[in-house]
Structure formats: C-alpha cells, structure tokens
T-cell receptor, first 113, second 114 residues
C-alpha cells in the first residue's frame, strides 16, 4: 500500500525563523512528489518534483527531492505570519495507480509575530 | 470556469439520508479527482476519472459511495444512507492530464451528518 509520512506534525515558530518540513514516501512506480499549502479548504499548489537533487524555488520557499532516500524537504526562510497553514506532501504513482495522489497527514505550521 | 467549483459549500444532513456532491472542473481538464479530508487528517483518495471513465475507484470506502462523470465535465459524488463517520470535507480537483502537471482543487463541500 502506498504511504506518505510527514514530519513534524506541527510546528510553532516566530516571524523570521527558517523552517524545514519533511516528507517521506513509499510508492510503487513513483512518478512525482507534490507540495501543497492549505489555508482554509482548497489546497494550493506549491511545487512538483520529479528529478532527484534539483532544487525548486519560489520566493522564500524551496524544495528538493531525494529519490535515493525516498524523501523530500520543503524549506521556508524568513517566515511570515501569512505562512501559517497546513503543508501537504503528496506522491504520484504510475502503473495502475496512475493519476492518483497519495497525501501525507500534513504539517501544521504556525508563525507567531 | 476560472477554477474548480464545488457545490454545495456546506451540507448538513440527517443520518440515513442520501446526499449528492457536485464538482465542476476547470474547462478542458480531462482528469478529475475526489478526495476526503476528515478533521485533522490528510487527504484521503476516493476516486479518479479520466474523461468519463474511472480507472481507479480503489479509495471509495464502501458501496454506499459512488461517483459518475458525464460529458467529460461535471462529476457527482453520491453517498447513500449517510453515517456520522461520513462527516468530512470532500474536495474535488482537476488537471489537464493525469498529473503531468499539478491538480487544481476546489473549495470543497463540508458535509456534516447529524
């Protein structure tokens, strides 16, 4: 059974801190790993990673995939209160599960002023 | 439309009643997904459509759950004889093709079974 595990489950920091969120996966016929930010209901897309070792950046957020370790990290530098959200990691498998995203349980990030 | 649209946004129903949840994907998106998110949990996969067919129904939790998609567009998720454990946010997402790119999520339907 495909599985995605995120850590930590929750994190409380102060504005300006840097955080690292972890995601590990066990997925048959792995195709890609996706990161989403969920503030209210609809998760919004952050990154899609398919190649190992290539960092993707968007402003203060960056992410990288390690296929050897079956893991990914999401870094947020100089955190702001607006970064408070649930961060979801999801793995996409191929084969008969093509098109299906398996999500982790999420990391709840709280950024205090 | 501009984004994925789901209706209703909130639904309160009595235990044992049937409910229908609707999803309007982004125009032209061939792939459509249904997920369920219970309080404090991650997203649980329910079903995936490519066009009108569902190659993967493995996530439907019981035979009380069914879904269809017509015209390669609108999808309906039906829950029969609702139970309290069905209470959750039901999220729909679509993508141009099956996850060659990101999936775009709707705002979800919050279902409460009382």
């Amino acid at each position: 059974e495909d599985k995605v595990v995120q850590s930590p489950l929750s994190l409380v920091v102060h504005e300006g801190d840097t955080v690292t969120l972890n995601c590990s996966y066990e997925v048959t016929n792995f195709r890609s790993l996706l990161w989403y930010k969920q503030e209210k209901k609809a998760p919004t897309f952050l990154f899609m990673l398919t190649s190992s070792g290539i960092e993707k950046k968007s402003g203060r957020l960056s992410s990288i995939l390690d296929k050897k370790e079956l893991s990914s990290i999401l870094n947020i530098t100089a955190t702001q209160t607006g970064d408070s959200a649930i961060y979801l990691c999801a793995a996409n498998a191929g084969g008969t599960s093509y098109g299906k995203l398996t999500f982790g349980q999420g990391t709840i990030l709280t950024v205090h002023p | 439309g501009a984004g994925v649209s789901q209706s209703p946004s909130n639904k309160v129903t009595e235990k044992g009643k049937d409910v229908e949840l609707r999803c309007d994907p982004i125009s032209g998106h061939t792939a459509l997904y249904w997920y369920r998110q219970s309080l404090g949990q991650g997203l649980e996969f329910l079903i995936y459509f490519q066009g009108n067919s569902a190659p993967d129904k493995s996530g439907l939790p019981s035979d009380r759950f069914s879904a269809e998609r017509t015209g390669g567009s609108v999808s309906t998720l039906t829950i029969q004889r609702t139970q309290q454990e069905d209470s959750a946010v039901y999220l729909c997402a679509s993508s141009p093709q099956p996850l060659n790119t990101e999936a775009f999520f709707g705002q979800g339907t919050r279902l409460t079974v009382v």
